[in-house]
């Protein structure tokens, strides 16, 4: 940022650092924080904070659990139901330069590019080959505390329930989210 005078002189010049958003989530396994870029996925940050306001992740769970690959909640309640109350779908913004590295938090969607809404994923090991697949998944933040809790959530056993499959057999309840910066 810099002021001029009357003249067009810089008479003084500074920079401001916003700090990038923080979510807290408490899981029944731990605690885990997340750091969010709102600079290169700012409608995937937009529309994960817009969730995390209204309160719509807590009781939800992490529904899907692939050991060696990702974690993936936000979009079900206790007994597998499938949550209400979505928003709509955003825009896809794969190709923002972030990949699906281990420990990334990326947004779920269906086989429409499109079609992301409350779901999200933590990627377990470096996925680059989602940041292209299908038309890519959209990274939009990182874990920057409790990995360990993301670690043990992909170490439950999982099976098929009500036709979905990759389920944890207990589950992996999400009790509250919360944006802490």
């Known amino acids: 940022m810099s002021v001029k005078d009357t003249e067009g002189k810089v008479v003084f010049a500074t920079t401001l650092t916003v700090p990038k958003p ?37 009781n939800t769970l992490f529904h899907r659990v692939i050991a060696g690959f990702v974690v993936q909640g936000g979009g079900y309640t206790t007994g597998l139901v499938k949550k209400s109350g979505l928003a709509a779908p955003i825009a896809l913004e794969s190709n923002n330069g ?18 992301a809404t409350s779901e999200f994923y933590v990627n377990l090991v470096d996925n680059v080959a989602l940041d292209t697949l299908n038309g890519g998944y959209a990274v939009f933040g990182a ?14 056993t999982t099976g098929t329930m009500n036709g979905i499959g990759d389920v944890p057999l207990s589950e992996v309840t999400i009790t509250s989210v919360t944006q802490v910066r």
């Open 22 to 58: 923080q979510v807290a989530l408490v899981t029944s396994m731990g605690s885990i924080l997340f750091e969010l870029d709102p600079a290169k996925a700012p409608v995937s940050v937009n529309n994960f904070l817009g969730y995390v306001r209204q309160g719509f992740y807590t």
């Open 143 to 156: 874990v920057v505390q409790g990995m360990g809790v993301v670690d043990t959530i992909a170490s439950q």
């Open 98 to 115: 972030l990949s699906n590295l281990r420990g990334t938090l990326a947004m779920a969607r269906t086989n429409d590019l499109n079609s």
